[in-house]
């Protein structure tokens, strides 16, 4: 839910996005459109074919730069499957809950191309076809160092720029561990909290 969220409001203010998933997920989507529901009633519309839907790897061979948010046990399955499908300068941010899939994108595709990410917002489908985000919350992406070039003057500083332009409340920081285990730790209340 979060990769569609995220890809649909990019997709939305007219960035080009390729989703890949499962055909279960993805094909309603690819038939019918996708409807993105933001916390104040708002919506995003995204038409048939203002987003590629995909069911393999090889779809991204042309991208700027790939957002994992498979479940951290099919990271690695993940990353396996971008570094065959990727070109090697290609980066791969993990917004994914825990705190290992960083490390595993890095073991995978190295140091440079693995990112840390943090979303702190929850996305539920609403039907097949319709998304709503439920709660509000910073989108965070790890800079890695202070000449990173990837960032600075790359796919990942880009990144951050399209979310912010699509409405998102993203930003950088050299810091992405802290802010990791922030969430771990909040999602680890959640049962505290119910």
């Not at 989507?29 to 048939?48: F, P, Q, Y």
């Not at 948010?69 to 993940?78: F, L, P, Q």
Request: net charge neutral.
């Amino acid at each position: 839910a979060i990769g569609i969220f995220v890809g649909g409001r990019l997709a939305a203010a007219g960035h080009r996005v390729t989703l890949v998933g499962r055909g279960r997920v993805l094909d309603p989507i690819t038939a019918r459109g996708l409807v993105v529901e933001d916390l104040d009633g708002s919506a995003c519309t995204v038409e048939r074919g203002m987003i590629r839907c995909a069911h393999d790897a090889a779809a991204l061979a042309d991208v700027d730069v790939v957002l994992v948010t498979t479940k951290t046990a099919g990271t690695r399955d993940a990353a396996l499957a971008i570094y065959d499908s990727t070109p090697a300068h290609v980066p791969a941010v993990s917004l994914q809950n825990g705190v290992d899939g960083v490390k595993t994108l890095r073991d995978v595709l190295g140091h440079r191309r693995g990112y840390g990410g943090m979303i702190a917002s929850n996305v539920i489908f609403r039907n097949e076809t319709t998304l709503r985000r439920t709660t509000d919350g910073q989108i965070v992406i790890e800079r890695q160092h202070p000449d990173d070039e990837a960032y600075t003057r790359g796919a990942v500083g880009r990144l951050v720029e399209a979310l912010v332009s699509a409405g998102l409340d993203a930003h950088a920081t050299r810091a992405i561990a802290p802010v990791m285990w922030t969430k771990l730790l909040f999602n680890l209340n959640n049962a505290i909290n119910a």
